[in-house]
């Protein structure tokens, strides 16, 4: 743990924080009172299209920019409250002419273009849940998510239609619907409608479905070591801790020009990157591009972005770029920054001092929280390679589990595992999938997160590692199994073990070791061959490195060792893989 802290001095807030003393919110905080953020329904029913959109489209900030779109050609668009809402209700429109129903899943297959986010709160609107899916993903990814999530109706446009769609729509029997964004048309397509031509039928006002704060919303995939993705489903109650954490981890005023940088295939990109933020009535930005430093500098300074929340990886990136790209440019409009995703070098918080006159604020959470969990808050000191503190309404504790048995760990720099008590409002609610597994994160009442964390004396987490073999790449997490099944369909590939090896700016990238069928030879041919087949079937998760081994290590009953090889890569001794995740 580093010593060294930096204290925030309450005269130079450009803005009163809205939670000005941590430890007295902390105290009194309770969910039923934080309620009062809300706008329920007068049967105190709940939707996140209510709180999000409808509230501020239907009230005082109709004309207020809900989103500011910046196009990869250069556009710009903004889409106030009310024109989001009209685009949304026709969505929900469609959705009923389609005679979907309430719960019926509804998957996004988007870029980051305008489509996603009416269709996102249209879907909600009509009691649908949502499953947003990576648009870098390849076919097997998104077959695979859109099978186990029993997606009935799917919006994606035609470039992702053709080249990834297409061909797996045959496995896809409970997929009804296919709504199309582009520029041909309608379709001669059995079910494939164009999205706009759909739209256009609607009326303009649809009438938000009240929900119970316990039914399904939103469906994240998610990964672990074994098995397919897990779907974590989230229900509307979530709202309340997006808006709460809104307000007093991120800070967000009514005035405020924020920027989430994550995408909406990745649950950042959902609950801080649409919901959060609109739910507090704030302007968005929203870019189509990549990631690339001067064009983020740029909008920044152009947009005059007030609170950023990005990525430990693209801070990485900045910071190799060196401070004075920064300095070029005017960013005096920020005033809080916040990463999440990944371990945050304390190098990296204490460099948005010299490159933006700001620290960089961790914040901690996972798919299955929902929301943010632990934070750095405006008004609290930072340390420099912590998480930060819990957020109120949140009981957070360090937990060893030996069987039945849970110790608590109050020992000042003990590790153990994070564990959250349950009953927050957006933890999810089951894996579709596996309630079985489901389950297993639970006992005694507390979430275990297979996250492994120290506390200090007064209360800061610091991050030591993961308990299992999930990869973090770019801060997106990635199953190693996924990635050896997809692997092992190549005709050459025998078996397959992948890891996350460590890397300077991604934090880890998926490595994966290959031994080959008989007849095969371990060529550079081969080896490309291999990567390209990677990369068609699944896109951006693919592996970056390959190795050819005679055969894979594995224990007596046959199961590979990916630690081991993980050892191995590392320089770290065999017999002692103890230290391999905390050393990432
Ligand atoms: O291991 C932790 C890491 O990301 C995991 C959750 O990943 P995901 O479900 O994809 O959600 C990512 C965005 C919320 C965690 O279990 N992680 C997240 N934030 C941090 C972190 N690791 C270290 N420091 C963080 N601030």
Not at 6 to 28: C, G, T
């Amino acid at each position: 743990m580093r010593t060294d802290r930096i204290s925030k001095d309450a005269s130079k807030f450009r803005k009163p924080p809205n939670m000005d003393d941590y430890r007295s919110l902390y105290r009194d905080f309770s969910w039923d009172a934080a309620k009062s953020l809300l706008s329920l329904f007068p049967d105190g029913s709940y939707n996140i299209a209510r709180e999000a959109l409808d509230r501020h489209a239907l009230g005082k900030n109709a004309e207020k920019i809900a989103i500011c779109w910046l196009g990869i050609e250069g556009e710009r668009r903004t889409i106030t409250y009310r024109d989001l809402k009209h685009q949304a209700d026709r969505f929900a429109g469609a959705l009923q002419s389609l005679k979907m129903d309430i719960g019926d899943r509804v998957f996004l297959l988007l870029d980051r273009i305008p489509e996603l986010y009416s269709a996102f709160f249209g879907a909600l609107e009509a009691g649908c849940v949502v499953c947003p899916l990576f648009s870098a993903f390849g076919p097997d990814p998104i077959a695979t998510r859109l099978e186990l999530g029993e997606g009935a109706l799917l919006v994606t446009t035609e470039d992702q239609y053709t080249s990834k769609i297409e061909k797996i729509r045959d496995r896809l029997p409970e997929l009804k619907h296919i709504l199309l964004v582009g520029e041909n048309g309608p379709t001669n397509v059995k079910n494939t409608y164009d999205y706009h031509t759909q739209l256009q039928k609607q009326p303009e006002l649809f009438e938000t479905m009240p929900m119970l704060a316990d039914d399904p919303a939103l469906l994240h995939f998610t990964s672990g070591t074994t098995g397919k993705p897990k779907g974590a489903l989230h229900a509307h109650h979530a709202v309340l801790a997006h808006t709460a954490t809104g307000k007093y981890a991120l800070d967000l005023h009514e005035d405020d020009i924020f920027w989430c940088t994550a995408d909406p295939g990745w649950v950042t990109g959902i609950s801080y990157g649409i919901i959060a933020p609109l739910s507090n009535g704030v302007t968005m930005i929203v870019d189509q591009a990549d990631f690339e430093i001067e064009r983020w500098y740029e909008i920044i300074q152009k947009e005059k972005v007030t609170v950023w929340y990005t990525s430990p990886t693209a801070l990485r990136m900045m910071m190799k770029a060196g401070a004075a790209a920064a300095r070029a440019c005017d960013l005096s409009s920020l005033r809080l920054i916040f990463s999440v995703g990944e371990p945050l070098n304390p190098e990296a918080v204490v460099w948005g001092l010299e490159a933006f006159g700001l620290p960089i604020h961790d914040t901690w959470w996972q798919t299955e929280t929902g929301a943010i969990m632990i934070s750095n808050y405006a008004s609290q000191e930072i340390r420099p390679g912590s998480m930060g503190l819990p957020f109120p309404g949140v009981n957070v504790r360090l937990i060893r589990r030996s069987g039945e048995k849970l110790e608590f760990i109050d020992k000042i720099g003990e590790e153990g595992e994070i564990a959250i008590q349950a009953g927050w409002p957006s933890m999810f609610r089951t894996y579709i999938n596996s309630a079985e597994k489901y389950r297993g994160c639970f006992q005694n009442g507390w979430y275990f997160t297979g996250d492994l964390a120290k506390r200090d004396a007064d209360g800061y987490f610091w991050f030591v590692g993961r308990s299992d073999d999930v990869i973090k790449s770019s801060g997106h997490l990635i199953g190693p199994f996924e990635v050896e099944s997809a692997m092992m369909e190549h005709p050459a590939v025998a078996e397959a073990a992948v890891i996350g090896k460590p890397d300077e700016m991604a934090g880890q990238i998926v490595k994966a070791f290959l031994s080959l069928r008989k007849g095969f030879d371990a060529s550079p041919v081969l080896k490309e061959e291999i990567y390209a087949f990677g990369r068609k079937r699944l896109g951006a998760v693919a592996p970056r490195e390959i190795d050819f081994m005679d055969s894979l290590p594995k224990t007596r009953s046959g199961k590979i060792m990916r630690r081991l090889l993980k050892a191995r890569e590392l320089g770290l001794p065999e017999g002692d893989t103890s230290t391999l995740e905390a050393s990432r």
